[in-house]
């Protein structure tokens, strides 16, 4: 170029330069909006893929879960069956233990005939001795708890050394 001024080739350049500069620039705003386009498309398929994955996955989820809520029913049948058994068991065993200690301890009736006898000889036996003036007040005595038995003071003492005396109370 000169300093002059622009030669008609010079313009006939430029106006070509120019020309596939906007060809140029067109193809690439088409690249650009191709591109943007397969963005999209690519979303979508990405979306569609993450969706279809989740439903696979939630599936199997729902699976194991169901699994899970068989095995628990299961597992509280047979709970209750043994808590059930259990409370069989000992409403019929303790009552059963209450009888037989029961009937280890209580005296049978030919016993309780014996000692009913007996109690009526013994309370004879003591009506006798009260009416014979035996009424005697003994008791434990001292610290080594040995027996001693009340005595009449001003009665007179009896035996070789007047060991014996008479019993007071009665």
Not at 40 to 60: A, F, P, S, Y
Not at 144 to 159: E, F, L, M, N
Request: contains cysteine.
């Amino acid at each position: 170029m000169s300093e002059r001024g622009a030669t008609p080739e010079d313009t006939v350049r430029l106006g070509l330069l120019l020309e596939n500069a906007h060809v140029q620039q067109q193809g690439a705003a088409e690249s650009i909006d191709q591109l943007h386009a397969l963005m999209q498309g690519l979303d979508d398929v990405v979306r569609d893929e993450i969706r279809r994955t989740l439903i696979e996955e939630l599936k199997g989820l729902d699976a194991e879960i169901a699994t899970s809520i068989t095995g628990l029913r299961r597992l509280r049948r047979a709970v209750s069956l043994r808590a059930a058994a259990w409370t069989i068991g000992a409403a019929i065993a303790i009552p059963l233990l209450c009888a037989t200690v029961s009937g280890a301890v209580r005296p049978s009736m030919r016993r309780i005939g014996q000692l009913a006898a007996e109690q009526a000889s013994l309370e004879r036996n003591v009506a006798t001795l009260r009416a014979a003036g035996g009424r005697v007040d003994l008791r434990r005595c001292g610290r080594r708890r040995r027996w001693c038995v009340r005595i009449d003071r001003g009665a007179t003492r009896y035996g070789r050394h007047g060991d014996f005396a008479i019993i007071g109370g009665g």
